[in-house]
């Protein structure tokens, strides 16, 4: 003999997601939409949390930033996913700027630990390592800086966590 379950409310399904990591409102309207909870209520909610501070987009996107920068992505593929995330560009230039990342450590870090060796001539390694930073979302001018680095001058600084924050 079993017991039937019954649905959860809106309300404790945001508080249950929020407890364990932050959520921007757009993830947090999508999450509840899929459970079939939608509508000027579930907003109007939402709305409340955020005024009590239990959700903060910026809290949310700043956690996203670090996150993401840590695990050795760039600038360009964080936007765009801050972005898909609910964020908005003024938001997010903002936030860069407060954060000072050093996005030219990140791509060296991650490329030492992926690669720690220069193409030098070999174009063939160069356009792999060159393809593996933009797909991390690192702009040309970056890559470039990394390719032309002196490894003496930064060998103190590349200790996985001089990302400026």
Request: net charge positive; aromatic share 12%; charged share 30%.
């Amino acid at each position: 003999m079993g017991f039937k379950r019954t649905p959860r409310d809106y309300k404790i399904i945001a508080m249950d997601l929020l407890a364990r990591r932050e959520h921007s409102r757009r993830e947090l309207i999508s999450k509840l939409k899929v459970r079939g909870f939608e509508g000027e209520e579930v907003e109007s909610y939402l709305d409340r949390l955020a005024e009590r501070g239990l959700q903060s987009d910026q809290r949310f996107a700043e956690s996203y930033i670090r996150m993401r920068v840590m695990a050795g992505y760039g600038p360009m593929r964080v936007r765009q996913e801050l972005c898909q995330k609910g964020i908005n560009e003024s938001k997010i230039a903002m936030l860069f700027e407060q954060m000072e990342i050093d996005w030219f450590a990140v791509a060296l870090a991650i490329w030492q630990k992926k690669y720690n060796q220069l193409p030098a001539n070999d174009l063939k390694l160069k356009a792999k390592q060159s393809r593996f930073l933009q797909y991390r979302g690192f702009d040309f001018d970056t890559i470039k800086a990394v390719f032309s680095h002196n490894p003496d001058d930064y060998a103190d600084e590349c200790d996985g966590n001089s990302f400026g924050f």
